[in-house]
């Protein structure tokens, strides 16, 4: 079966500092990758997805980059956060005619 | 793009009794609805979607109805139990890769 991992689970960092989110899926090859923001109040916005290695899609302008550097890996980074960066962050896999499935989410604090 | 609005944004409800939740969504070309519920500190998990050539779907005590003509799509729980209690998100898409996610509602079940 298909299983995807997600960490750190929290992660508290200084604004100005860099950021790595790792994201990995077992069990399937080829997988659509996403990363996904939640903010209270604004559900799930989408932020970045992948549909091979080195493929990369940006749904909004902002502070974060995302890469692909292996099937089944994405990473979201960013060289400086801000506050505005704080949120719990998602990353998801699906493949085609197959639902999209969430990791348990990165809680992010930028202080 | 896609728009979808989702009502209530909180629901509570007594142990047993039902529980709906609505959705409406703005483009015509959207064909695929799925509903997600989130418990505190976890990703959201699928619990049931609809294709825009079903009315209506039912999978034990959760149900999900369609009206592609009016643009609106709910969610049916019944004999709601505390385990129900959880965050509810809507979704559509005419394109499976690509949800866009309502708000979510805090669906609290009264014992």
């Known amino acids: 079966s298909q299983t995807i991992h997600q960490w750190p689970a929290t992660l508290v960092q200084p604004v100005g500092s860099p950021l790595s989110l790792e994201c990995t899926v077992e069990?399937?090859?080829?997988?659509?990758l996403y990363w996904y923001r939640q903010a209270a109040g604004r559900g799930l916005q989408l932020l970045f997805y992948?549909?091979?290695?080195?493929?990369i899609s940006s749904e909004v302008p902002q502070n974060l980059s995302a890469s692909r550097p292996q099937d089944r890996q994405f990473i979201l980074s960013s060289k400086k956060l801000l506050l505005s960066d704080s949120g719990f962050y998602l990353c998801?896999?699906?493949?085609?005619?197959?639902?999209?499935?969430f990791g348990n989410g990165t809680r992010l604090t930028v202080t | 793009g896609e728009n979808v609005e989702q009502h209530p944004s909180t629901l509570s409800v007594q142990e047993g009794d039902s529980a709906v939740i609505k959705c409406t969504y703005s483009?015509?070309?959207?064909?695929?609805f799925p509903w997600y519920k989130q418990e505190l500190g976890k990703g959201p998990q699928l619990i049931i979607d609809?294709?825009?050539?079903?009315g209506e779907k039912k999978d034990q005590r959760i149900a999900v109805t369609l009206n592609k003509t009016a643009k609106h799509f709910s969610l049916h729980i019944t004999e709601t139990q505390p385990e129900d209690s959880a965050v509810y998100f809507c979704?559509?898409?005419?394109?499976?890769?690509?949800?866009?996610f309502g708000t979510g509602t805090r669906l609290t079940i009264i014992p």
């Open positions: 609809i294709r825009s050539n079903v």
């Open positions: 069990g399937t090859s080829n997988p659509n």
């Open positions: 992948s549909v091979g290695i080195g493929q």
């Open positions: 998801a896999w699906s493949r085609r005619n197959s639902p999209l499935h």
């Open positions: 979704a559509a898409t005419p394109l499976r890769e690509k949800l866009t």
């Open positions: 483009d015509s070309a959207s064909n695929y």
